[in-house]
């Protein structure tokens, strides 16, 4: 059974480092034929992406795509023979307060299409304070 189980969040200060990680379990072919997304939810708000990146074996090469509020201080990256997808947060802002999920599509490109993910994990909690 394709899943996820996110891990790596807590609480941070402003300025400070985490990094989140995303390990996937049960699915047919390597993790590097998966376009993978981090996303993240705070509450009452919904749910928006916030990085992407792309199968290891398309045309897109393993490339990665930040939302304009991350853009800069997150970095996405995966290690394929882990089965695991990373996301470093740097200068974490308040604003980055959120659970943070990973998905996927089951497509080898970015964007991670909302309606199409099938299973989403449990999530991991990012908590930003002074």
């Known amino acids: 059974q394709e899943q996820f189980a996110e891990s790596g969040g807590g609480l941070v200060q402003p300025g400070g480092s985490l990094r989140l990680s995303c390990t996937a379990s049960g699915f047919p072919l390597g993790l590097e034929h998966y376009a993978i997304g981090w996303f993240r939810q705070a509450p009452g708000k919904e749910r928006e992406g916030v990085s992407c990146i792309s199968s290891d074996v398309t045309y897109d090469g393993g490339n990665a795509y930040y939302s304009d509020s991350v853009k800069g201080r997150f970095t996405i990256s995966r290690d394929n023979a882990k089965n695991v997808v990373y996301l470093q947060l740097n200068s974490v802002e308040l604003e980055d307060a959120a659970m943070y999920y990973c998905?996927?599509?089951?497509?080898?490109?970015?964007?991670?299409?909302?309606?199409?993910?099938?299973?989403w994990g449990q999530g991991t909690q990012v908590t930003v304070s002074r």
């Open positions: 998905a996927t599509d089951n497509s080898n490109v970015c964007p991670i299409r909302l309606d199409s993910v099938g299973r």
